[in-house]
C-alpha cells in the first residue's frame, strides 16, 4: 500500500517565512492535474495557521488533495511548544475542513517527549510524524519499525517509507538528492517497504527562486539538486509502485484499514 503525501507549509518550512510559491497558479494548476492525471489520491497535512493567514489557500489546497490532517498549528521549529502547537490547530483546522483532525504530523519529523500522549489528550488517532532513519543533529530513530505500529497509549503511527536495512529516506526531496539512479539502485537491492508514507511539499515540485535565493548555502546545495526535477520524478516513483503491484490510498484509508486488521 502507498500514499502520496503533501506537507502544506510555507515555502522551505519555518525557515524563510514567506509563501512565494502560492503565488505561481501556474505551477499549483500543473500540479492539480499531474496529480488528476495520475489517478493518484493524495493526504495534505495542513499547517492550520496558513487558512487564516492566506484565505484563498483552501481552495488550493483542496484542488491538490482529497485527505486533509494537521501539520501542527505554526510550524515554528525555533520557538516550539507542543502543548500550544497540538491544541492550537484543531479549532483553525474543524473551521477549514468541517471536521476535527485525525492524523497529526510533527514539524521536521521531531516528536518530542510527551506528544504522544498530547495526541490522545486532544483527540487525535494517528500521527505520521517518525523517520525510522537518522538525521545528524536532529534524530535517531534507528530503532523504530519500518512498518505501522502503535505507540503504547493506542495512538498509531504511519512512519514515513525507508530504505529496508539501509535506511535511506525514500521521499521527493531525498530522491532529488540522491538522483534517480542511485534511488533505483538501492530499490533494487533492498526492496521497498511494505506500507509506503512518501513525503513532499509544494517546493519539491517546484521551485520559487526568490525564496530558493533566500536559503543559508548548505540549504540551497541541498534543495538546487535537480531543483526542477519534482513532477518527473514522481511520475517516476508512481510508475516503478504501480509496476510492483502497490495500491495507491489516503492516510484515512490507510489508517481505517490497519484499524480494522489490529481490531
Same mark, same amino acid.
Given at each position: ?6 506537507? *502544506? ?9 514567506? $509563501? ?42 483542496? %484542488?491538490?488533495? !482529497? ?30 475542513? =468541517?471536521?476535527?483532525?485525525?492524523? @497529526?504530523?510533527?514539524? +521536521? =519529523?521531531? #516528536? &518530542?517527549? =510527551? ?10 488517532? $494517528?500521527?505520521?510524524?517518525? $523517520? ?48 534517480? =539512479?542511485?534511488?533505483?539502485?538501492? $530499490? %533494487?537491492?533492498?526492496? #521497498? ?24 548555502? +548548505? ?6 539538486? &535537480?531543483? +526542477?526535477?519534482?513532477?518527473? @520524478?514522481?511520475? &517516476? ?6 509496476? !510492483?503491484?502497490?495500491? *495507491? ?7 481505517? #484499514? ?6
Amino acid at each position: 500500500m502507498a500514499c502520496i503525501t503533501l506537507d *502544506f507549509e510555507l515555502d522551505y518550512g519555518d525557515r524563510i517565512g514567506e $509563501f512565494n510559491i502560492l503565488q505561481d497558479h501556474k505551477s499549483l494548476t500543473e500540479l492539480s492535474r499531474l496529480f488528476s492525471s495520475l489517478a493518484i489520491p493524495v493526504s495534505a497535512f495542513v499547517r492550520t495557521d496558513v487558512p487564516i493567514n492566506y484565505p484563498h489557500s483552501v481552495d488550493i489546497i483542496k %484542488s491538490l488533495a !482529497q485527505d486533509y490532517h494537521s501539520h501542527s498549528h505554526t510550524h515554528n521549529m525555533k520557538h516550539f511548544d507542543s502543548e500550544a502547537e497540538i491544541s492550537a490547530t484543531v479549532i483553525p483546522f474543524e473551521k477549514t475542513f =468541517g471536521k476535527k483532525p485525525m492524523g @497529526y504530523r510533527a514539524p +521536521h =519529523g521531531i #516528536l &518530542r517527549e =510527551g506528544d504522544v500522549a498530547l495526541l490522545k489528550k486532544h483527540g487525535f488517532r $494517528f500521527s505520521s510524524s517518525i $523517520f525510522p532513519s537518522y538525521r545528524f543533529g536532529q534524530f535517531n530513530n534507528l530503532s523504530y519499525p519500518l512498518e505501522p505500529f502503535l505507540w503504547d497509549n493506542g495512538i498509531m503511527e504511519l512512519p514515513f517509507a525507508v530504505v529496508p536495512f539501509v535506511r535511506t529516506i525514500i521521499s521527493l526531496s531525498y530522491l532529488k538528492l540522491l538522483g534517480w =539512479g542511485m534511488n533505483k539502485t538501492l $530499490f %533494487s537491492l533492498f526492496g #521497498l517497504p511494505d506500507v509506503v508514507v512518501f513525503d513532499s511539499h509544494l517546493h519539491d515540485y517546484f521551485c520559487n527562486e526568490h525564496s530558493y535565493n533566500q536559503l543559508p548555502l +548548505h540549504l540551497r546545495m541541498a534543495w538546487g539538486m &535537480r531543483r +526542477h526535477a519534482g513532477i518527473e @520524478y514522481l511520475k &517516476r516513483f508512481v510508475e516503478l509502485l504501480r509496476n !510492483q503491484g502497490y495500491r *495507491f490510498l489516503t492516510m484515512t484509508e490507510l489508517y481505517d #484499514l490497519l484499524s480494522k486488521g489490529a481490531a
